[in-house]
């Protein structure tokens, strides 16, 4: 089990950046994909992005692709999510997740962080 702790979030603008942070701890964590959901108040979790074990394949949902940049650096057993030209609709709490791959990840499998609250004002 991998045990993953989020940070970053906060207020910014719209048209602003935020970078998110996962940490994760165990040392399975470079044979694990890592991905991004996202839930925004009265709706339901969403995938927002993921990364396989060597970071040699991303994926995004269209309502992001072109402006959140998923990486990873396997050293540090940390995954990031670079988020650029923010939208309001972007606001919602952000999960960290990790899988042993991408398709039971992008299922809602896995392990999950705690979330960290991302709020874009307009």
């Known amino acids: 089990q991998v045990q993953l702790v989020e940070s970053g979030g906060g207020l910014v603008q719209a048209g602003g950046s935020l970078k998110l942070s996962c940490a994760a701890s165990?040392?399975?964590?470079?044979?694990?994909?890592m991905g991004w959901f996202r839930q925004a108040p009265g709706k339901e979790r969403e995938f927002v992005c993921a990364?396989?074990?060597?970071?040699?394949?991303?994926y995004y949902a269209d309502a992001v692709k072109g402006r959140f940049t998923i990486s990873r650096d396997n050293a540090k057993n940390t995954v990031y999510l670079q988020m650029n030209t923010l939208k309001p609709e972007d606001t919602a709490v952000y999960y960290c997740?990790?899988?042993?791959?991408?398709?039971?990840?992008?299922?809602?499998?896995?392990?999950w962080g705690q979330g960290t609250q991302v709020t874009v004002s307009s």
């Open positions: 990364i396989n074990w060597s970071g040699g394949h991303t």
């Open positions: 997740a990790a899988d042993v791959d991408v398709a039971p990840l992008r299922a809602g499998f896995g392990s």
């Open positions: 165990g040392r399975t964590f470079s044979r694990h994909a």
